[in-house]
């Protein structure tokens, strides 16, 4: 990271909804420009309403969000979501046009870009997400949920947003669907130069593609490390009801035989065997 | 044991489409067993799952081929609502199965249909309360419930109506571990205790291992294997060129079996592994 001052800063964050819920205690996060990371925990532990937070759709019940150095309590929301985009878990929730070029355009409209400069941004995030043109009269509903989920991204992208948070980028989709969708994420990570979040179940997933895991519970961070490091201490995990993937529970299991607890992937394991039998 | 749904050469193409949605099919299934179903989407994992309790043919437009046989008739022979009394289905998306405004009242609401007493409902309601862990959820509203405690309200009412068959499709999409696991657990006890036939499509493999008898696997509409859950699982190179990813202990000890450093029945579950695992080291 060449960046000192980080891009995101969340100081003392808590956040309570209208009815008195408290669903953030005491968040304190720094995001650099470049990450990749995977925000995990339990269906209302408060990962969609931390998200929420750093993109300014809510604004701090007391402490403080700060992206590039602008207080998301005194910036319009306008001005928020061109540096923080937050795509939908269900793309459906999010897709309202009639054709795939409206609903991409709606965004750069919105904040009140030239229809030339809206033409320029469509193309773009067309491009990167690979949706080709003979797609943008179709409506996004005729489309594949796999499709449909690079709309909704693009439809973020043509924000140009420096972070881009996705929710669940692969529930319901297949082994390959998913990968496709994860691949694309870390191009647009290594590619594009932007940092990426990811809310997810999906614990593989969280091992292949994040180099850090912020983990929530009850609305608190309980561990935010390197991947390797929080899924090295399955208790911390346990608390939260989730385990490490499979190949980690496997060299944990064969910790005694000098297998490294932070194994995250098929092919480390394969590496650490080879190198315990040579021996 | 006994066949209970047999497919003869069963093909199935919807309305208005070039490919059938599933081509010749041929299948048994065995009273008791537990089946997994996997493949890729739009192999037509649902299709099948449709055709083995009469939504299709019966709620839907298209051409049928070949047989479908359960509990020795073909399904067009049963009486409306009288198959899917023995073969119960759970969807993916519990919502749209809820009609009521408690989740009580949606748990009997299949049994005043069939005129049941006041106390043999009160019995059953009972009976499938527990088997869910819905005791304090009776009195509350559907959409109020979490998507886990919606999936247990599903297959809760689906299990009132004691169906010999139950068939799920992705009932754990949706939800988080922590209530997919639950899913898993009602569904072990239903395979321990209560002996139904369970068919599940799912994609999350590591749940689902170590509750199947047998495993299925679909591609391009086609059935294309079929075995007892380990033999199943030794065919890794049909499987991930289909696109399908097994879990991470199976794949690990596919490539020890390619580079020669075993010669074993791959292991399908964790526990089995991590013993082999450690036979290697002797």
Sequence with gaps: ?279 | MSVIIELKDYSWKYLNTQQPALDKINLQIEEGMFIGIIGPNGSGKTTLAYSMNGLIPGQYNGIKNGEVVVYGREVEQYGHGQLQKIAGMVFSDPEAQFTAMTVEDELVFGLENLGMSIPEIRERLEWVTELTGLEKMLLKPPYELSGGQKQRVALAAVLAMTPKILILDEPTTMLDPVSRRRVFDVLAKLKNEQHNTIIVIEHNLENLIPLADRMILLSNNKLILEDETHQFFQNMELLTKVGIYPPGALRFFYELKKAGYTSNTLPVTLPEASKQLKQLFG
């Design chain 1, 1 to 279: 990271m060449t960046n000192i001052n980080p891009y995101i800063q969340v100081n003392k964050l808590d956040f309570t909804y209208p009815d008195g819920t408290k669903a953030l205690d005491d968040i304190n996060v720094l995001i650099q420009i470049g990450e990749f990371i995977a925000l995990i925990g339990q269906n209302g532990s408060g990962k969609t309403t931390l998200s929420k937070c750093l993109n300014g759709l809510y604004k701090p019940t007391s402490g403080e969000v700060l992206v590039e150095s602008l207080n998301s309590k005194n910036t319009p929301i306008v001005q928020m979501v061109r540096r923080v985009g937050y795509v939908f878990q269900n793309p459906d929730h999010q897709l309202f046009n009639n054709n795939c070029w409206d609903e991409i355009a709606y965004g750069p409209r919105n904040i009140q870009l030239s229809e030339e400069e809206v033409k320029i941004r469509v193309d773009e995030a067309a491009h990167v997400v690979g949706l080709p043109e003979i797609f943008y009269e179709e409506h996004p509903f005729f489309l594949s949920k796999g499709l449909r989920q690079r709309v909704a991204i693009a439809s973020i992208l043509a924000l140009r947003p420096q972070v881009i948070i996705v929710d669940e980028p692969t529930t319901g989709q297949d082994s390959r669907q998913s990968i496709e969708i994860m691949e694309f994420l870390k191009d647009l990570n290594e590619k594009h130069g932007h940092t990426i979040i990811i809310i997810t179940h999906d614990m593989y997933i969280v091992a292949q593609y994040a180099r850090r895991v912020i983990l929530m519970s009850e609305g608190r961070i309980l561990a935010d490390g390197l991947t390797s490091d929080v899924f090295s201490q399955p208790d911390v995990l346990q608390k939260t009801f989730l385990e490490p993937p499979q190949i980690t529970q496997l060299a944990q299991s064969a910790q005694n035989l000098g297998f490294n607890p932070g194994t995250l992937t098929v092919d480390e394991m394969v590496n650490q065997f080879d190198a315990l039998k040579i021996k």
